[in-house]
């Protein structure tokens, strides 16, 4: 008997520190989070972000963004990201100002004012006020799913419809646990981002970069690609039509030639790129270099590392710098 109390007393113990480290290895560290998710909006592109804020470990904060996109001719996908995303534009959004019969310019400070009044006197809330309801909400409750129609029937004031919102804000609590940040930027109508990601030490440990683009479907609307460039590798073809080579990249032969073809002539696919981007930043920061006119100047002083990349790299750099400040690092 007293043989059998010390077992179990030694698996209870043994138990106990099973749980406690779990929750030590579970705790988030303090830093901010982002996640994204692209989408359309009546046939044009445009991508949600919910950044999540931690300190002591807890959540301390929720944000919840939206860029949407213009037409744009000159792009080959035919549209551009807006220069603000929802939250910049506060209430020059506008999500209201039609139905308010106001005329005039949302952008006149009189015409603004004279909307302002009119939200009140209706008891209206401007997306951004609405967006900061849900963002107290799952704050103070946690985050809860839309009903079947996509709506928020439990937050008062709430009218906007769920897009997106709910599974890139889980996303984001999933990256802080994991201690992975994704800042997303945009290029006409390219999404850039920075995967970074941290250790249990709050050290860095990984850096990916990665595009997603669109194009003109058949109908003439915008399709986000099924793939982004670094799940291409070297189908994306980046000196595909400077090599002359015939045939399409989906062939195997051809592949192999397009590979044979960048070795010979010492140039890099996109992928090699940037992922000599990322293992130089890891290793040494963003120091050592310069940008001219987006690019990384190529002279005496660049690194060996960073040799041969001629891809634009501003976005990519903005991208990085970013996580790097959310995550304590710079």
Known sequence: MQIFKKIFVVFVLGLMSMVFLTACDGKMQDGVYRAFKESLNYGAPQVTIVTVTVEDGKIVDYDID????????????????????????????????????????????????????????????????????????????????????????????????????????????????????????????????????????????????????????????????????????????MHFRDSGIQGELSDAEVLEEYKEWLEENDKLEWFQQVDALAAYVLENGLTGFTLEDGKIKQDNNTPNALAGITVTASHYYEAIEQALEDLGLK
């Open 66 to 237: 939206q860029i949407q996109s213009h037409a744009d001719e000159t792009q080959r996908s035919g549209y551009s990201f807006n220069a603000e995303s929802k939250k910049e534009l506060g209430y020059r959004y506008a999500m209201h100002f039609p139905d308010s019969g106001i005329t005039g310019d949302i952008n006149d400070e009189a015409v603004l004012n004279q909307y302002k009044e009119w939200l009140e006197e209706n008891d209206k809330l401007e997306w951004f006020e609405q967006a900061e309801l849900i963002e107290k909400y799952w704050l103070e409750k946690g985050i809860k799913n839309p009903d079947a129609d996509g709506k928020f029937p439990y937050i008062t004031g709430v009218s906007i419809i769920d897009n997106e919102y709910v599974a890139v804000a889980k996303q984001a609590v999933k990256n802080a646990k994991k201690g992975v940040t994704q800042v997303v930027t945009t290029n006409g109508s390219d999404l850039v981002w920075a995967t970074v990601k941290i250790d249990k030490e709050g050290k860095l440990s990984e850096i990916k970069i990665d595009t997603r683009q669109g194009s003109k479907g058949t109908d003439g609307k915008f399709v986000w690609n099924e793939k982004t460039k670094q799940e291409l590798q070297y189908l994306y073809g």
